[in-house]
């Protein structure tokens, strides 16, 4: 049993056990508990059925019953005004159920690109929204539902276009596993030991040519036999001219990808000093001449009966290379990572990730001259633009960096300037809980926490950049090509059922407080 106060004095007067203003009342039993959670989950329900219907189930439970549709919209107000959270329940649930329309696929069939998303999703929106806005209109006049259709309309397009651009997918992307740098090495050994297989043969004289070609190109280019020996002996050696300890072949005999790769090799080991930095520049443009002639056989230089193999190892040497030229920027990059991971582990516990990481990308992205590292690396314009540009930070990485320098997180004496800065007299806690001292100093305590918080959310978003520039580093190569060519596509990054939820959902709520007074 419960107490209530007294509603008048003869109550008192009569009742001793409530003598002092307050009277008996029945406990509540679980059963009542019970049935008010029921009845509850009844009124979610009822709004649920009614969005994913787009108000259509109080007509249909109205003809069902024998009662009217006025009757049902009746006890659907009542169940709002009974359970308001619970109908804002059910009518999210209810508007998360409707399927999409088609807007993801419309959004991709447009491109899948900020604009498409928004029309995909705007477009798909105004037409449920129109739905709802008429759906929940039960006044019978006619100007009321178009206008509550123009205005569901008008706010499903609205909310499409917005939830359609942020959480929408992006344009599809290939199911192709990313190769990691191991793979791509082992790719690049199986493509060179199957291009020494092919059986494609050259006719000897035509790689001779080729070697009086590249002779002519260096001396243009001011490169002396004196200052490049290891150069001049690999083009001996493509005139037909036997390194010692090989056997000579003869000026006019029949030459093949492994007699080739065999001199690109010995150019690789021109060990990397000072002294024979011409002799490695000089080196490459033999190398580029020795490898063209292989991808690219000039006229009459494959020996007859041999076309079909020499096309194939066309093909295996294009991808061989270019899987060792991925294999070999992904070292570099990997190694300059390693190397900010190892300078920001030794300083401040490694807060400053990703002050290192941005220094060490700025230094290998700099320009000298026209060049680069990372062009003398191998990376393509586009590659190091983005590298530029990830030196300079995004804005949400320097919005981290910045709030956290503020508050102090990058350790060091940093960490309690800050505290006192804001939690003593003069800070702006201590201002603001002038009378109470703990409290400020409390605040000034807590900034770097959240500083040093901050600083590790801006860390890894640095570091998850730099990975994916290392991924798309990994698809420009002919393994993944092969991988993207033998798997299918999947949507981009991105949320379609969030964006669907929350314009279907916020549409409606906005529909049911605009168009209580119409039904």
Excluded: C
Aim: proline share 5%; aromatic share 6%; no cysteine.
């Amino acid at each position: 049993m419960g107490w209530r106060l007294a509603d008048d004095t003869t109550e008192q007067a009569a009742a001793p056990a409530a003598a002092s203003g307050w009277r008996e009342t029945p406990e509540r039993t679980w059963l009542d508990t019970a049935k008010d959670v029921g009845q509850t989950a009844d009124d979610a329900v009822r709004a649920a059925a009614n969005a994913i219907t787009f108000g259509m189930a109080d007509r249909l439970a109205g003809y069902a019953g024998g009662q009217g549709t006025d009757a049902e919209v009746r006890k659907s107000e009542a169940a709002r005004e009974r359970s308001p959270y619970a109908s804002i329940v059910g009518d999210v649930g209810g508007a998360v159920a409707l399927p999409g329309f088609g807007a993801a696929g419309l959004s991709a069939r447009l491109g899948g690109g900020i604009g498409a998303r928004a029309l995909g999703y705007g477009l798909t929106g105004a037409a449920a929204g129109a739905a709802q806005g008429a759906g929940n209109t039960y006044t019978g006049e006619t100007s009321d539902y178009v206008k509550n259709a123009l205005i569901g309309g008008s706010l499903g397009g609205l909310l499409g276009a917005g939830g359609g651009a942020a959480f929408g997918a992006r344009p599809a992307v290939s199911r192709a596993a990313v190769p990691t740098q191991e793979e791509l090495y082992a790719a690049k050994n199986v493509g060179y030991g199957a291009l020494g297989r092919s059986g494609a043969r050259y006719e000897g004289e035509a790689l001779a040519r080729r070697g009086d070609e590249i002779e002519q190109q260096l001396l243009a280019d001011r490169y002396h036999w004196r200052d490049s020996p290891a150069t001049w002996r690999a083009i001996e050696e493509a005139r037909g001219q036997p390194a010692p300890g090989q056997l000579n072949t003869g000026y006019g005999a029949p030459r093949d990808p492994g007699n080739i790769d065999f001199i690109v090799k010995g150019l690789n080991r021109i060990p990397k000093t000072e002294a024979t930095q011409v002799d490695r520049a000089s080196a490459g443009i033999v190398k580029r001449g020795l490898n063209d002639f292989v991808e690219n056989p000039p006229p009459g230089a494959v020996l007859p009966g041999t076309e079909r193999a020499a096309a194939q190892a066309s093909t295996l040497a294009r991808n061989a290379r270019g899987d060792y030229g991925g294999y070999k920027r992904m070292q570099v990059l990997n190694e300059l990572i390693s190397n900010a991971q190892n300078t920001a582990g030794a300083t401040h516990s490694g807060l400053n990730l990703q002050n290192e990481l941005r220094k060490g990308v700025r230094t290998f992205a700099k320009e000298k001259g026209g060049e680069s590292p990372a062009s003398k690396a191998g990376f393509i314009p586009a590659e190091t633009a983005a590298l530029r540009g990830y030196a300079r930070g995004t804005s949400p990485t320097n919005l981290l960096r910045y709030a956290s320098n503020a508050l102090g997180g990058g350790g060091g004496i940093g960490a309690p300037i800050a505290a006192a800065a804001y939690g003593t007299g003069g800070g702006i806690a201590g201002q603001y809980f002038k009378d109470d001292p703990g409290a400020a100093g409390a605040v000034g305590l807590m900034a770097p926490i959240v500083g040093t918080g901050l600083r590790v959310l801006g860390n890894r978003r640095a570091n998850n950049e730099i990975q994916a520039m290392r991924d798309l580093i990994a698809q420009r190569t002919p393994l993944y090509n092969y991988r993207a060519s033998m798997s299918g596509m999947q949507p981009g990054p991105g949320s379609p059922r969030t964006a669907k939820a929350i314009r279907d959902a916020l549409t409606l709520e906005l529909i049911n407080r605009q168009s209580a007074g119409d039904r």
